[in-house]
C-alpha cells in the first residue's frame, strides 16, 4: 500500500445579495432546468447506448443552458431538527453539472470527478434579510497534481477555467436586479 498526499490551495467565492433566499432559490432553479433534471438525466445516463443518445439527452434537459439540476441537501432541516432549534438560516446545497462539459475534464484526470458535478450553497443570512451564493471555483480544485512536483495538464486548467467562467455567468444570472 502507498499514500500519496498533494496540498493545494482552493479558492472559495461567496456572492451577497439582499434578495430573498426563495427568490434566488427559484431564479437558480429555473436556470438549472430542476423539473428536468434529477430522476431523468440519472435514467439517461444509465440508459443511453451512444455518445450521440447521451448529447441529444442532455441538450434536450438543459434547453439550450450550460448546466442542470443533479440534487440537492436541504442542511437546515435536518440541522434544526438534530440541535432541537428553530433558528438555523435556510441551507441548500446544489449539485448540478453538465455531462458533456463534465467529460473534457475527466478525459484529462478521472480524479476531477471529485468536482463534478459541481456544488452550490445558498444560504440565507442569519436575520432573514438577503442570502449568500457560496461555491468552490473549479479552476482551483480541479486541476490538481496527482503527485507532489508533477504538473497539471495544461488543457485540464484551460477546461477548468472555462467552467469556471460559466458558473461565474450562472451565480451573476441569478443574482441580477432584473432576471436574464
Known amino acids: 500500500m502507498s499514500k500519496t498526499a498533494v496540498e493545494y490551495t482552493a479558492k472559495r467565492i461567496t456572492y451577497r445579495t439582499p434578495l430573498s433566499f426563495s427568490e434566488i432559490a427559484a431564479r437558480l432553479e429555473r436556470e438549472l432546468n430542476k423539473p428536468a433534471g434529477g430522476p431523468a438525466l440519472f435514467r439517461l445516463l444509465g440508459t443511453a447506448k451512444s455518445k450521440e443518445e447521451i448529447e441529444h439527452g442532455i441538450t434536450t434537459l438543459t434547453e439550450g443552458r450550460d448546466f442542470i439540476y443533479f440534487a440537492e441537501l436541504v ?50 443570512d442569519a ?15 480541479v486541476p490538481i497534481p496527482s503527485a507532489p512536483g508533477q504538473s497539471v495538464d495544461d488543457e485540464l486548467k484551460k477546461a477548468a477555467e472555462g467552467l469556471s467562467a460559466k458558473v461565474e455567468m450562472l451565480v451573476k444570472t441569478i443574482l441580477a436586479e432584473k432576471p436574464m
Request: hydrophobic residues 35%.
Open 75 to 124: 442542511h437546515h432541516r435536518w440541522l434544526s431538527t438534530y440541535t432541537g432549534s428553530s433558528s438555523t438560516p435556510r441551507t441548500v446545497i446544489y449539485t448540478f453539472g453538465n455531462p458533456i462539459i463534465a467529460q473534457t475534464l475527466l478525459r484529462r484526470d478521472l480524479a476531477a470527478g471529485l468536482h463534478v458535478p459541481l456544488k452550490l450553497m445558498l444560504l440565507e
Open 127 to 141: 436575520d432573514g434579510n438577503g442570502t449568500r451564493v457560496i461555491y468552490d471555483d473549479p479552476a482551483s480544485v
